[in-house]
Structure formats: structure tokens, C-alpha cells
């Protein structure tokens, strides 16, 4: 990939775009998953075409393009710019649409913005092209959780457990997997149950650890190893 700033702009610019000048009660659809998956104007598709040649006179593949601008798009995210990375990612699915990445993130992105249901459209699409990978299978499994804790309905639980038993199956040290099955033991009810797979969570990456989720489930029960205590600090004595 050439690293050149000249070339980042290069690409960039075919198709620069304001989002200050987003309507707010209209998105931008360069700011929707997949464009907003509405047909484009001939204007649109010129500028399309100008930015595909762009990308393809500055890296070696379309798909080492689209990495590029996963990439710039998880930094965005991670920044909490969350318009700027939809576009990104956009870019990456225009980019090269075979590609799991580009509808993983589009699903992610949806999610966080609290509509679950339409995120799992997104999911579906990359898990038909990467159907074993297990991270990818346990953010399913989240989303799945969010729609039952939005509207509870089993059928949304067991889809969730589904997704997790796979995830686990893939990679038993998936903290994420770990985490998503605490979640549906709580709401089983089963909340030694869901300590135990919380604690095996943390002890594979604390980072996965949803505090708001640990204070909740600490209402229900203490936490039977008394590693995490009502102002859910960590026993360092351990």
C-alpha cells in the first residue's frame, strides 16, 4: 500500500463530502450503510467511477484499497465520529462488496445506534462470508441481546444462545462469547451461572467487561468470588 498523504487525498477527494451540510431529519446516504441503498443520480455514479480509478491508480488491489479505508474507518469509530466512519466504510464496500468487513461494521455501527433489527440484515450478509469467524459470531450474539432487551421475546434469547454456543465452539477464548452468555444466564435468572461465565470472561480479557452489565447484575447478586465489590473496583488482593 503506498503511504504516501498525497495519496490518501488522492482518493479522497473524487469523493469529498460536507457532513456539516446533512439534513438532520434526512441522513446523508453517504453517511447510511451502503449508501443508504438508494439509486444513484448519474452525477453520483461519475463520482464513483472517478473514485474507483483513483484508488486503483494508488494501490495495488481494490481489496488492499478497501483495508485502507476500514482501517481510517475503525479510527473514526474509535474517535466517536460516527458519520465519518459510515462513510469510510462505505467506501471500503464500494470498494470491494465480497468483502465480510464492510457489512460487519455496517451492523456494529447500527447497533450502536440503537436499532438491532435492521443491524442484523448486516450481520447475516457477513457471516454468509465468514460463517466461522467467532468474534464475528458473538457480536450476532449481541445483537440478538439487544433486541430482547428492547423488547424481550424468547425467541430473540435463544437465537442469542445460538450464536454464542457457535462463537464458543470456534474459539473457546472468545472473552466476548463469554461475556454475551453471562448476559443470557442474568436474564435466565441464573445468576451464579452468569458469574461464572463473567469471571471466565474477564480472566480472558478484562476489556470486554461492561460495567453498567456487572452493576446490574451485582443488584442481583454479590459476587460469589468477591473479586468485584459494590463499587465494582477489582479485589487486588486476589
Known sequence: MKKLVTTMLACLAAVTFTLAQEQATQPDPKVLPMFGKVAKTEAQQKKDEQFLKSSD????TRTEASKFFMERGWEYLNEGQIDTAMYRFNL???LNPDSSDPYWAFGLVTV??????????????????QPKNSLLLSDVANCYLAQ????????????????????????AQNAYACMAMSRVQYHNQKYADAWTWLHKGRALNMTALDYNYLLTLIDKMPDPQGFFGEQTEPDQSE
Not at 115 to 128: H, V
Not at 148 to 171: C, H, N, R, V
Open 57 to 60: 491508480a494508488s494501490f495495488t
Open 92 to 94: 471500503a464496500w464500494l
Open 112 to 129: 450502536a445506534k440503537g436499532n438491532p433489527t435492521e443491524a442484523i440484515t448486516y450481520y447475516e450478509k457477513a457471516l454468509s462470508l
Open 148 to 171: 430482547y432487551e428492547q423488547k424481550p421475546k424468547k425467541k430473540m434469547l435463544k437465537q442469542a444462545t445460538e450464536f454464542i454456543e457457535k462463537s464458543i465452539a470456534a474459539d
